[in-house]
């Protein structure tokens, strides 16, 4: 088993990777109709899509803010993050909240699941092939082609920076509206 379904503290379900199985796996979803992976190692939680707040000032590529149990996490739009067209989100979209010091999320159009490496043929990419090195490979799963991102090098430094900032007003300002209603 990958992943267990468990509830978070504001009563959203979440799937919970193990980390032991991080190694081995990739969680695979559809964004503007094509198929994309991420390994499970660099994914912590997949979220339901949720009510996300706007508040001013965010970057084009942030779509909200998720308050998740308390944290404010900056919701990417992948889609725009990787030069595609607009993608349309139902109600089975995603979204995936990244390992790391600095919790963020990707909106994604679908999550397909997660597959264990050895369902997959690994096609390497060229050096340069993509922007920062941010396709790490191609994965052939019976002549269907998963895009294998990596991320750590979705952002660039700069942007990780300043995404850090506006992650921190964010959560200054959830701190004093849980004040407030104290």
């Not at 912590?44 to 944290?71: D, T």
């Not at 999320?105 to 920062?132: C, I, Q, W």
């Not at 979705?154 to 407030?180: D, T």
Request: aromatic letters at 6%; one cysteine or more; proline letters at 5%.
């Amino acid at each position: 088993m990958f992943g267990i379904l468990s509830w978070n503290l504001v009563g959203v379900a979440v799937v919970s990777v193990d980390v032991s199985d991080s190694l081995r796996g990739m969680v695979v979803f559809r964004l503007d109709g094509r198929l994309f992976a991420l390994l499970v190692a660099e994914v912590g939680e997949v979220v339901p899509i949720a009510w996300l707040a706007k508040p001013p000032g965010m970057p084009p590529v942030v779509e909200g803010i998720l308050n998740l149990a308390g944290r404010a996490v900056p919701v990417l739009r992948l889609d725009r993050l990787l030069g595609l067209a607009g993608t349309t989100y139902k109600i089975d979209a995603s979204i995936l909240i990244m390992r790391g010091d600095e919790p963020s999320g990707l909106l994604v159009e679908h999550v397909e699941g997660v597959r264990p490496a050895s369902a997959f043929t690994v096609m390497p990419v060229k050096d340069g092939y993509s922007f920062n090195g941010c396709l790490a490979a191609e994965l052939d799963r019976g002549g269907e082609v998963i895009h294998l991102l990596s991320w750590p090098k979705l952002l660039l430094a700069e942007e990780k920076s300043g995404l850090a900032a506006f992650q921190a007003r964010a959560q200054a300002r959830l701190a004093e509206m849980g004040e407030v209603g104290s």
